[in-house]
C-alpha cells in the first residue's frame, strides 16, 4: 500500500512529503491522518531540529481534493483537518514549507502552518474558496492575514487570484525563492543549517514568539524575561565549542 506521506529522516532533520503525485498531492482525509500521525511521532521525538515539508512530483499539492468535498467526505470529527495543522504549527521544533508547483487554497493552509515557506521559482499560489463557493475551515482566515496583512489577505481571497513565487516573497507569504533546479540543494542546505542550531532555543523561541503574536507589546516583553528558560543545557558546551576555535 502506496504511503500517502512519506517520511525520510537524515543528519537532526526530517523531510515528509505529500505523497500522492498522480492526483498533484491533492488532501484527503486519508492523506491528513498519515500527516497527523507523523506529527505526533515528531511531537515526542528528541534529536531531530528541523522538519521540511514538500509534496511530490510536480507540485506542492493543488489543494484539497474536490471530489472529496463533493462526494461528502467524512473526517474523524468537526474541525480534525485545523486541528491537526495547528499541531503541525505547535510542533518544538521549526517547520519549513518547501513549496513548488501548484499551492492552492487547502494546500496553501497546510503551508501557512509551517514557521515560514521558501518557494521555487515555479510555486504558484492562490486561494480559491469564494471561486467555489466554501470558505476557509483549516486556518487561512488567521494565518494568511497574519502572514500578508488584512487588506492583501482580503485581495488575495475575494479575487481567488493565482500569483508566483516573487509576487509571494513581495506580499510577504514566502521568505525566499530559489531556482528550480537549486531547490533541493537548498532545502539540505536550509535544513542542515537550522537543525545544527540549539533545539533548546528552538523549542524555546516558538513558544515565546507564540505567546506574544498579537499581545500589547509590554506584555510580551515582560513575558518573555518571565517565562523564557534564558540558558539550555548545551549552552555551556556551545559557548566553549565556539571560545575554541
Known amino acids: 500500500m502506496t504511503q500517502l506521506v512519506l517520511r525520510e529522516d537524515f543528519g537532526g532533520w526530517v523531510q515528509l512529503t505529500l505523497n500522492r503525485p498522480e492526483k498533484l498531492n491533492s488532501l484527503n482525509v486519508e492523506m491528513f491522518a498519515e500527516l497527523r500521525a507523523h506529527v505526533a511521532d515528531l511531537a515526542d521525538s528528541t534529536g531531530i531540529g528541523c522538519v521540511v515539508l514538500r509534496g511530490a512530483g510536480k507540485c506542492f499539492s493543488a489543494g484539497h481534493d474536490l471530489g472529496g468535498i463533493a462526494e ?19 510542533l518544538p521544533i521549526p517547520v519549513v514549507a518547501a513549496v513548488h508547483g501548484h499551492c492552492y487554497t487547502g494546500a496553501l493552509e497546510v503551508a501557512l502552518a509551517a514557521d515560514f ?26 494565518r494568511l492575514p497574519r502572514r500578508v496583512g488584512l487588506a492583501t489577505a482580503k485581495r488575495l481571497m475575494f479575487t481567488a487570484e493565482m500569483f508566483g513565487a516573487q509576487e509571494a516573497v513581495r506580499i510577504g507569504l514566502a521568505e525566499f525563492t530559489v531556482p528550480d533546479e537549486a531547490f533541493d540543494a537548498e532545502i539540505t542546505r536550509l535544513a542542515e543549517q537550522i537543525a545544527a542550531q540549539s533545539h533548546f532555543s528552538h523549542a524555546a523561541i516558538k513558544r515565546l514568539l507564540d505567546q506574544a503574536d498579537g499581545r500589547p507589546t509590554d506584555d510580551g516583553l515582560i513575558r518573555e524575561w518571565m517565562d523564557g528558560e534564558g540558558r539550555g543545557p548545551d549552552m555551556h558546551e556551545r559557548i566553549g565549542a565556539f571560545q575554541k576555535k
Open 72 to 90: 461528502g467526505e467524512t473526517p474523524p470529527s468537526k474541525g480534525w483537518h485545523s486541528e491537526t495543522l495547528r499541531l503541525l504549527g505547535k
Open 117 to 142: 515557506i521558501m518557494a521555487s521559482d515555479t510555486a504558484r499560489f492562490g486561494d480559491t474558496h469564494a471561486k467555489f463557493a466554501l470558505t476557509p475551515v483549516w486556518g487561512m482566515s488567521v
